[in-house]
């Protein structure tokens, strides 16, 4: 029903925002949105609904923020781009206690309903070792060899997430999302990933006039991108279908790291010098969503393709950039006043 009481927790995050603007594009008035930064850092922030600002790492909050919901979408972690996981491993194991928590209050509020957001970082990495990718299917995920840190909480919340399901009958759903991008994410400070990290170093170039880039390891690992609004399509379906096992929801349009510096510059009309550092992390070799599974449970799989994607997130980027630091290129290559430290 419309005026059901839906709780989004992360609701401040990138893919939480963008729930949150879709649900309420489709009617729903009575959201509830929780996550633990200031309510000015959220990066979309809805009047008319509840913004509240919370740890649900701690099981009080949890109880609160579940109080009369009857749907749960928990897409609050404590996250990043390869930069950031690689080296935060204990935080992001953390956001255990988010899941831990969530779970045991919607049980107690009586939630219908209860989403996961779990990740491709799930699945073992003997299956990623090659850029010639076979595309992960569901099943590849076990015998178990997650990325460290970040992919085995991940694998423990979706096992969680099954055996509230058996023991205590609430509806668990359980997405594997593949490298979601968009606008209205994160684009600078670590945490970023590679499409938003591209897109902002490709525009510091042309901003600057300085043609030149970094790009993380040698460029040639492979990955798919998942444009968000696929991504919140899908987790629409997932949530509503009656899929208790955790599933795909990725893109399988398969592109080189290099092949999607080659897409931004071609956006931004600009040819840059490489640099690849080979120290940097990189991640897996290579990894795609093999959609075999949702495209027989739902008959749908995500579809919009990375260049549309991109043209639109490249937009979004360059107006933030802009906003902050930018001007238009002086076309005068000396003027390196420009060349700002958070950019390499
Ligand atoms: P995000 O970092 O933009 O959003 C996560 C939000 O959770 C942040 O706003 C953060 O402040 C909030 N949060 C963290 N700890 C919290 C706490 N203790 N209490 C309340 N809020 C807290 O990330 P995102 O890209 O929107 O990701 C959403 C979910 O999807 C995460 O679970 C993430 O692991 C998962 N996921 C994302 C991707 C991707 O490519 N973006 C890929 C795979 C899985």
Known sequence: MNNDLILVAGGGGFIGGHLIADLRRRGFTNIRSVDIKPTDQWYQRFDGGENIVADLTDKQCCDRACD??????NL???MGGMGFIENNKALCML??????????ASVDAGVDRYFYASSACVYNADKQMSEDVVALKEEDAYPAMPEDGYGWEKLFAERMCRHFREDFGINTRVARFHN????HGTWEGGREKAPAAIARKVINAWSTNDHHIDIWGDGRQTRSFMYIDDCV???????HSNIEEPINLGSNELVTINGLVDMVEEIIGIKLKRSHNLDAPKGVNGRNSDNTLIQKLLGWQPSITLRAGMEETVDWIRGEYMA????????DASDLSRVLPHAS
């Open 68 to 73: 009369g919901a009857r749907e749960v979408y």
């Open 76 to 78: 609050a972690a404590d």
């Open 95 to 104: 956001s255990v206690l988010v899941n831990t928590h969530l779970l045991q």
């Open 180 to 183: 979601v991008y968009g606008p």
């Open 233 to 239: 399509k899908g987790i629409d379906m997932i949530m």
């Open 324 to 331: 902050l630091y930018g001007s238009e290129p002086t076309n």
